[in-house]
């Protein structure tokens, strides 16, 4: 039997041409960031967005995903992020025996583009992967996130979609990027995401 949960497919096919979004990512769980970016990034395409109109920037931790989404919406701009070409050849996923170790915890920069032009965004995806640790950390970053990241979207009115992985273990979190440690490898959240950016960005459009 098919599972009860997950979305729906949207009513109409929504064209990603015309549309110019960001992903902007935490480095934390490196890991199960690749996967997730990278399967963003692959629907992304698959609905029609240009690579040159996909702009990515990293951050440090989740906590600071929702200031980088609002001055990248103001900016319009991400200067030290990188498009999709640029990175899709820089991007890593490991699928080693224990994929989050702590090495594979690591930060790695995007690397830097400089004078991009200056365009607005029509969707913003927010992605980023907290796993419950043994403090309140994991409380405090998941309920300051996910506020923030809807306050950014309701006062600039541009869609930030919600990529915050938030997982009670590590499997639940590989799970959830498609790259299960068991037979059941999961899927990848990152589609859906890319999926609801186009959506919505195109809503928007229509909306304004
Ligand atoms: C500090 C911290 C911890 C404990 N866990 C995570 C996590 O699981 N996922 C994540 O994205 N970030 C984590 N961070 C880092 C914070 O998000 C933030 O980067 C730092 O507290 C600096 O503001």
């Known amino acids: 039997m098919s599972s009860?949960?997950?979305?729906?497919?949207?009513?109409?096919?929504?064209?990603?041409?015309q549309l110019r979004v960001a992903i902007v990512h935490s480095r934390w769980n490196k890991t199960v960031i690749d996967a997730l970016v990278t399967g963003t990034?692959?629907?992304?395409?698959?609905?029609?967005?240009?690579?040159?109109?996909?702009?990515?920037?990293?951050?440090?931790?989740s906590f600071?995903?929702?200031?980088?989404?609002?001055?990248?919406?103001?900016?319009?701009?991400?200067?030290?992020?990188?498009?999709?070409?640029?990175?899709?050849?820089?991007?890593s996923i490991g699928f080693g025996a224990n994929p989050l170790s702590p090495g594979s915890r690591s930060s790695t920069p995007a690397p830097a583009v400089t004078n991009m032009p200056s365009q607005p965004f029509d969707a913003v995806i927010a992605i980023g992967v907290l796993i419950k640790g043994s403090t309140m950390h994991f409380?405090?970053?998941?309920?300051?996130?996910?506020?923030?990241?809807?306050?950014?979207?309701?006062?600039?009115?541009?869609?930030?979609?919600?990529?915050?992985l938030t997982a009670l273990t590590d499997d639940q979190a590989?799970?959830?990027?498609?790259?299960?440690?068991?037979?059941?490898?999961?899927?990848n959240h990152g589609e859906d995401w890319a999926s609801a950016a186009v959506e919505m960005a195109s809503h928007s459009r229509r909306w304004r």
Not at 41 to 61: C, D, F, T, Y
Not at 67 to 89: E, V
Not at 147 to 161: C, F, K, Y
């Open 174 to 187: 590989l799970e959830r990027a498609g790259i299960g440690r068991g037979e059941n490898k999961g899927h």
């Open 41 to 61: 990034i692959a629907k992304l395409r698959e609905q029609g967005v240009k690579e040159s109109n996909i702009v990515i920037q990293s951050v440090p931790g």
């Open 4 to 17: 009860l949960k997950g979305p729906a497919p949207a009513p109409t096919n929504f064209d990603g041409s």
């Open 64 to 91: 600071e995903l929702p200031l980088a989404c609002q001055k990248i919406i103001a900016g319009g701009n991400a200067q030290a992020g990188a498009t999709a070409t640029d990175l899709l050849g820089g991007l």
């Open 139 to 164: 409380e405090y970053i998941c309920e300051s996130v996910s506020h923030a990241l809807m306050r950014v979207q309701l006062d600039t009115g541009v869609p930030v979609i919600f990529g915050v």
